[in-house]
């Protein structure tokens, strides 16, 4: 329905946006999904269980040291 309606739309026509918002948003009900709930808002886990950034001080500590053993990399 979305691309029968834009290739009918004639180069100088406005668009009904609200429209083509109420298509994607019928779909997006119909097929189950949760209205503006994008996969960056999820709480997600790498591959080691841990969510991201949870092992900072780590790395922070890791990155120390290769300042100090490489002085050309130093930040």
């Known amino acids: 329905?979305?691309?029968n309606?834009?290739?009918k739309l004639g180069f100088e026509?406005?668009?009904n946006y609200a429209y083509v918002r109420n298509l994607f948003h019928n779909i997006r009900i119909h097929e189950g999904y949760q209205d503006n709930v994008?996969?960056?808002?999820?709480l997600r886990t790498g591959l080691d269980g841990?969510?991201?950034g949870s092992d900072m001080k780590s790395n922070?500590?890791?990155s120390k040291e290769n300042d100090k053993a490489d002085p050309k990399y130093s930040s």
């Not at 994008?38 to 999820?42: H, P, S, T, Y």
């Open 5 to 7: 309606y834009t290739c």
């Open 38 to 42: 994008f996969d960056w808002c999820l």
């Open 50 to 52: 841990q969510t991201p």
């Open 1 to 3: 329905m979305f691309l």
């Open 60 to 62: 922070q500590a890791v």
């Open 13 to 15: 026509d406005k668009p």
